[in-house]
C-alpha cells in the first residue's frame, strides 16, 4: 500500500509506500504556525520523490536540522528532510498535500515547537 501527494501545481509530486496515516502531529513553531502543517514523520526509505526535483528549493532555519523543501513555482512545502532523534533518516510529509487524506479526518496531536 502506499499514497501519494504534490505541491499545489503539481510539478513536484511524492510516493510514500505504507498505509496513509490517521494521526498528524501540528507544530507550534514559527515556521509550522505560519504555514499550517499537518505532519506525519516517515522513514526516507519509505519516501521517493516522483518527479519535480528541478523545482524544488530548500529552506533551513534554527538548527538547520530539517531541510524543508518547497516548489519554486507555487511555494507549496509538501514534504521535508532530516533525521529523527535516533539519528535515521526521515521525511515529514505534509499531509495537506496528500488528496485522499481528509484532514479533519486526522487524529492531531499538538507539539510545543515553540519551545525546542
Given at each position: 500500500m502506499s499514497y501519494e501527494g504534490s505541491c499545489h501545481c503539481?510539478?513536484?509530486a511524492f510516493s510514500v509506500e505504507g498505509d496513509a496515516p490517521t494521526q498528524a502531529i501540528a507544530c507550534n513553531c514559527s515556521h509550522c504556525r505560519r504555514k499550517g502543517f499537518l505532519l506525519s514523520f516517515v522513514p526516507a526509505a519509505q519516501f521517493t520523490l516522483l518527479r519535480g526535483e528541478d523545482a524544488l528549493k530548500s529552506y533551513l532555519f534554527n538548527r538547520h536540522s530539517i531541510e524543508h523543501r518547497f516548489c519554486t513555482d507555487c511555494g507549496t512545502q509538501p514534504f521535508a528532510l532530516g533525521k529523527m532523534p535516533?539519528?535515521?533518516?526521515?521525511a515529514a510529509i505534509n499531509l495537506r498535500c496528500v488528496e485522499a487524506i481528509d484532514p479533519d479526518g486526522l487524529e492531531v496531536q499538538k507539539v510545543d515547537g515553540a519551545s525546542f
Open positions: 503539481g510539478k513536484v535516533d539519528g535515521s533518516a526521515m
